[in-house]
């Protein structure tokens, strides 16, 4: 298999497990919305409602995700998702808000929000939107584009 046949297969994989994530996620805020409540910022209107959205749009993205036609507009949502639920995230850790099972130590917050970045970065990659920090080889003159 070639570089580019790798990179493609593992792009993939990392696709479905990016959908996974979110399909999981999604069914989660629609089983259980109530659970998600406390760490909704107070300044987000009607916290039931959009935890529900948000279980909606987690899924859609993850099937999204791997609807080619879908794939590139499914990875900029996504990670626009992920950069909009960021405050949710900030107030669940500097709040100390236990919701079990999630452990409640910065063991656990501390990592969760500095790979926000890597998931927004993520949902752009799996979708084919950036490249980076892999970037195709021009068939022509064999360089980096």
């Known amino acids: 298999m070639t570089t580019a ?28 919305p109530d659970g998600f409540l406390p760490i909704v910022p107070d300044w ?5 409602q ?3 959205a948000t279980g909606i749009c987690e899924i859609g993205g993850s099937v999204g995700l791997l609807t080619g036609r879908c794939r590139r507009w499914a990875g900029t949502m996504l990670a626009l998702y992920a950069l909009c639920v960021w405050p949710a995230n900030i107030k669940h850790a500097v709040d100390g808000i236990h919701l ?3 452990p409640d130590s910065g063991w656990y917050h501390g990592p969760r929000l500095a790979l926000q970045p890597v998931l927004i970065w993520w949902a752009l990659w799996c979708g084919e939107v ?16």
């Open 44 to 48: 987000v209107p009607w916290p039931r």
């Open 50 to 52: 959009v935890v529900l």
């Open 100 to 102: 079990p099972p999630l």
């Open 5 to 32: 046949g790798r990179r493609g297969a593992f792009r993939g994989s990392m696709r479905w497990l990016l959908a996974a994530f979110y399909l999981t996620a999604g069914v989660i805020h629609l089983a259980a």
């Open 130 to 145: 950036i490249d980076w920090p892999w970037r195709r080889r021009d068939a022509d003159v064999g360089r980096r584009v």
